[in-house]
């Protein structure tokens, strides 16, 4: 089992493009089982196709929204999470990606549209991809990691009243996380984003007052 002091062996701080992306992909893949997984049909897809995607300036999941946690002692990537609001990311040319595959072109669709709608129309910020490596969770990472994003977030921007995002409503240790940090349930169990013709998630919605 590992131990690990957090505050002495993990730096929390923004990614950038010389960091390790095939490792920041393999992370995102595995942040939710529904979503990722059938975007990109396998890990190895996943990371020939997102680390390319992420230097994109107007992907919606650029480089410039994503923070990660390094283990110093290897400095391995074990986390990582990113915000997204009306000023990153909602103007890539999506369309030019739908033609990859109908997988890619149904999550564009069902997933990443209605997204960089709600977002829009909310006027709100939404926390994105958050995800810590299975062997270094319940070491209080994922609260240090996303209590970083949001104070950095909201000291840096003045125009956004809420951060928002959804949350797998079978996922108790996440939930108390959030609310932890102040976020409150705001919705009804829906059913959340899954494959054509697949089962859907049942989902909650989180939110935090800026």
Not at 122 to 129: L, R
Request: hydrophobic share 35%; with cysteine.
């Amino acid at each position: 089992m590992l131990a690990i002091n957090v505050d002495k062996k993990i730096i929390i701080r923004k990614a950038n493009k010389n960091d390790d992306l095939e490792r920041i992909s393999e992370l995102i893949y595995n942040v939710d089982p529904y979503i990722y997984p059938y975007w990109f049909e396998n890990l190895e897809n996943c990371k020939k196709i997102l680390p390319k995607l992420i230097l994109e300036e107007n992907f919606i999941f650029n480089i410039e929204t994503i923070y990660i946690a390094i283990n110093k002692d290897n400095n391995e990537i074990v986390g990582l999470s990113a915000i997204v609001d009306k000023h990153t990311g909602l103007d890539y040319d999506y369309e030019k990606l739908s033609s990859n595959s109908d997988n890619i072109k149904y999550t564009i669709e069902n997933y990443i549209k209605p997204m960089i709608e709600n977002i829009k129309t909310k006027n709100i910020a939404t926390v994105t991809n958050m995800c810590v490596k299975k062997e270094y969770r319940n070491m209080h990472i994922g609260y240090k990691l996303l209590k970083t994003v949001i104070d950095e977030y909201i000291n840096n921007n003045n125009d956004v009243e809420y951060i928002e995002f959804d949350v797998l409503a079978h996922n108790p240790s996440a939930i108390k996380l959030y609310k932890n940090l102040g976020f409150k349930q705001i919705s009804d169990i829906e059913k959340g984003f899954n494959g054509c013709n697949m089962e859907k998630p049942e989902i909650i919605t989180m939110s935090l007052k800026i």
